[in-house]
């Protein structure tokens, strides 16, 4: 059996028991729920365009539930082999460690990107009937059509399939060094935190020139930049010029972070005692 | 490692992951080296995602950091929240409670930083309602002395064309934050330049309305200026001209013209510029 085989073999595994998990299905049907409720709660808005609306709603959701399950489902699924000894049986036979990490991996965020595909086709599926609408009134008024880019949107949700990777990369890295689940939960979400402020944090060291701060600032870059994703507005609603090229190299970026976290976690849990 | 009696071995303290440093530094400079590398890959799309002026905002106010700190934190969410603590403020507005008001709408607005409804809204609640609750709430119009009650008017009007002036920094283009602190000036200050002034910015930011400008240069016929209101309303119109506004421009003028008296300081004047802006579309050869 060739060790991508193998990798496979362990991903659906995985897939297949997180998919059994109660938490998953309520957190996907909350999230998909909230999603659906946009043309309820669009009564709501104030200030906003009600497209704008649904889009933040939905893939606000999306943001919340995928990012908790990005932490929970790797650190749940891995702790149970250890715990339950069942990963020592794997390991005996010839799979490498890292095959086994990676195998994790890919069938966690398998499972994660099917969370994002169900959120956003209810999400999109919902603004594109409404801007159809939109668009027939403002062209029967002489008025111009609300900007709707379906291109822009397939391209955001791969970025979400991307970066709930990242967010799965970086909580296995976390398992793969840590001897407790609770120490994993909870440096999963502080890695989930610092990723979505950190950019805070250089645009305000790299306000003003000095050694340290620019130290400071470069030193943050260890942190992968989660923000990087958020571009729902920018690629789905550009108000000029979509930043499609930033967005893909956003996509490699979170890609490139992904295989380096796996690579580093295989690292540290090739010498870890079991 | 032997665990202490009653403690599960599951719950490991901190200080043993801290006690691995070398692999700890190992895995930390391994992390720096590779972020420094991938850095540049992810600053186009996080610079398009920060929000409209972040870093002008940041360097005038640090309440921008918190909101920065929730935009991060609650992505689209955020927008939902808003929406909720603006609601919120809205019943706190109906039982006239100022600080309530206030709490509920700064953090609406720290969710949503970039919302122009909830900024211009809550600029008016400054300027208009929250002076007569404070009177109120004093002992009412009867019992305040009314050089008391016009120096509560003018410190909230302040505030409010303060709020707006801050607004402006964020969003520098906004002609309605502009178009709202020149009715607070003209309404509650009684301060007809400063008035004036927010008309003439407002009649120099892109979407530039027509009837800002009329009424700055009406303003400035009135205080016996007509030479600069000529030169000045001129150049507004060269540059609608310039835009490839000048048809639109035209319909403008005609139909405000039309409602205001013929006695209005900027009447001749915008005949005027209406005839400047018929000759600039007969040379395009501009049907009517």
């Not at chain 2, 590779?34 to 890959?41: D, K, M, N, Q, W």
């Not at chain 2, 004093?138 to 607004?167: K, T, Y």
Request: net charge positive; hydrophobic share 50%; aromatic share 10%.
């Amino acid at each position: 059996m060739s060790s991508l085989s193998r990798i496979l073999l362990v991903a659906a595994n995985t897939a297949g028991e997180a998919a059994r998990q109660k938490y998953l299905i309520v957190a996907g049907a909350l999230a998909a729920a909230v999603a659906g409720l946009a043309s309820v709660l669009r009564a709501m808005n104030f200030g906003d365009s009600e497209l704008k609306f649904t889009a933040d709603l939905g893939f606000g959701a999306l943001f919340f539930f995928g990012s908790l399950l990005a932490v929970v489902l790797p650190v749940h699924l891995f702790f149970s082999e250890m715990d339950n000894r069942t990963a020592l049986t794997l390991l005996a036979r010839p799979l490498r460690r890292w095959e086994f990490l990676t195998g994790k991996l890919l069938g966690v965020w398998a499972l994660l990107a099917g969370l994002v595909l169900l959120i956003s086709a209810v999400t999109l599926g919902m603004i594109a009937v409404r801007h159809a609408e939109i668009a027939a009134i403002a062209e029967a008024a002489g008025y111009r059509a609300p900007v709707f880019e379906t291109g822009g949107a397939a391209l955001f949700v791969l970025l979400q399939v991307v970066r709930l990777g990242v967010v799965a990369a970086i909580t296995l890295f976390t398992c793969a060094y840590a001897r407790s689940a609770l120490f994993s939960y909870g440096a999963g979400l502080g890695w989930l935190v610092l990723g979505q402020t950190v950019w805070l944090a250089r645009e305000w060291l790299l306000s003003e020139s000095s050694v340290w701060r620019t130290g400071l600032a470069a030193a943050l870059r260890a942190i992968p930049d989660l923000q990087a994703f958020n571009l729902a507005d920018a690629l789905i609603f550009p108000a000029k010029a979509a930043p499609v090229s930033a967005a893909w190299q956003a996509v490699v970026y979170g890609v490139l972070w992904i295989a380096v976290l796996t690579g580093l976690g295989s690292f540290l849990f090739k010498n870890r005692e079991l | 490692m032997d665990a202490k009696p009653g403690v599960q071995e599951d719950s490991v303290p901190f200080s043993v992951h801290a006690r691995r440093p070398g692999r700890f530094a190992l895995g930390l400079t391994a992390m720096i080296l590779v972020g420094t590398a991938l850095g540049p890959l992810a600053d186009g799309a996080a610079r398009a995602s920060y929000p409209k002026n972040f870093a002008r905002s940041l360097a005038a106010s640090p309440e921008a950091a918190g909101e920065g700190v929730l935009v991060g934190a609650l992505g689209g969410l955020r927008t939902m929240t808003a929406d909720i603590f603006w609601l919120r403020a809205y019943s706190m507005w109906e039982r006239r409670e100022r600080a309530s008001c206030t709490t509920y709408a700064r953090v609406a607005l720290a969710l949503a930083p970039d919302n122009r409804f909830i900024r211009e809204g809550y600029a008016q609640w400054l300027a208009y309602d929250f002076p007569v609750w404070s009177i109120r709430d004093l002992g009412g119009m009867n019992r305040v002395p009314e050089p008391e009650q016009e120096a509560i008017h003018r410190r909230d009007s302040r505030a409010g064309i303060a709020f707006l002036e801050d607004s402006l920094i964020r969003d520098p283009d906004t002609t309605r934050y502009l178009i709202v602190a020149s009715q607070i000036a003209n309404i509650k200050l009684k301060d007809e330049e400063l008035a004036a002034g927010f008309h003439r910015r407002a009649a120099e930011t892109p979407s530039a309305p027509l009837f800002s400008a009329a009424l700055y240069a009406g303003y400035l016929i009135r205080h016996g200026r007509s030479d600069e209101a000529r030169d000045w309303f001129l150049r507004y119109i060269d540059r609608l001209i310039a835009q490839g506004a000048g048809h639109r421009g035209a319909l403008w003028i005609t139909n405000y013209r039309s409602m205001i008296s013929k006695d209005a300081p900027e009447y001749e004047l915008l005949g005027e510029g209406i005839r400047r802006l018929d000759l600039a579309g007969e040379a395009r050869g501009d049907t009517k």
